[in-house]
């Protein structure tokens, strides 16, 4: 990969994650960038991690199932990558709770610790939010007429 080694993890988000992101990481201290601000909407995957590899980025997804196997393909010739962080997806509401565990994985790892690693965010505490149709009949309001 290009460069000198990092300390620290620079994070590059695809175009999934919220841009907004972004902007708090900076305000942190964080190097980040997004794809809208690299010109990269509407890229093939591959495209997005060649990308963030190439500027010594670890890549944010919620894409799990295409960016492991990516991370699979690129294993097997030998090409290395910056690392992959695989996120629950949230939805613009809920960046605090992406972000919480996003700087915890940024705070406790270096970039040689991911490169060439898939990381799951949900090891540093992220969880998916659950929608109200999902919520369980233990916890439904009884609205019925009296």
């Known amino acids: 990969m290009p460069g000198?080694?990092?300390?620290?993890?620079?994070?590059?988000?695809?175009?999934?994650?919220?841009?907004?992101?972004?902007?708090?990481?900076?305000?942190?201290g964080y190097v980040a960038r997004s794809a809208q601000e690299a010109g990269m909407i509407e890229r093939d995957d591959d495209v997005h991690l060649a990308y963030a590899t190439q500027n010594s980025m670890a890549i944010l997804t919620y894409n799990a199932k295409d960016f492991y196997r990516l991370a699979r393909q690129w294993a097997a010739i030998g090409r290395e990558h910056a690392g992959i962080i695989i996120s629950p997806?949230?939805?613009?509401?809920?960046?605090?709770?992406?972000?919480?565990?996003?700087?915890?994985?940024?705070?406790?790892?270096?970039?040689?610790?991911?490169?060439?690693?898939?990381?799951?965010?949900?090891?540093?505490?992220?969880?998916?939010?659950?929608?109200?149709?999902?919520?369980?009949?233990?916890?439904?309001?009884?609205v019925a007429p009296r």
């Open 89 to 142: 997806q949230y939805s613009r509401r809920q960046v605090q709770e992406l972000l919480q565990p996003l700087i915890r994985l940024l705070d406790s790892t270096t970039a040689d610790e991911i490169r060439n690693q898939v990381i799951y965010l949900q090891s540093f505490g992220a969880r998916r939010l659950k929608r109200i149709s999902e919520i369980g009949a233990e916890y439904a309001v009884d």
């Open 4 to 28: 000198d080694p990092l300390l620290f993890i620079q994070v590059y988000t695809d175009e999934h994650i919220m841009p907004v992101l972004v902007r708090l990481l900076r305000e942190r």
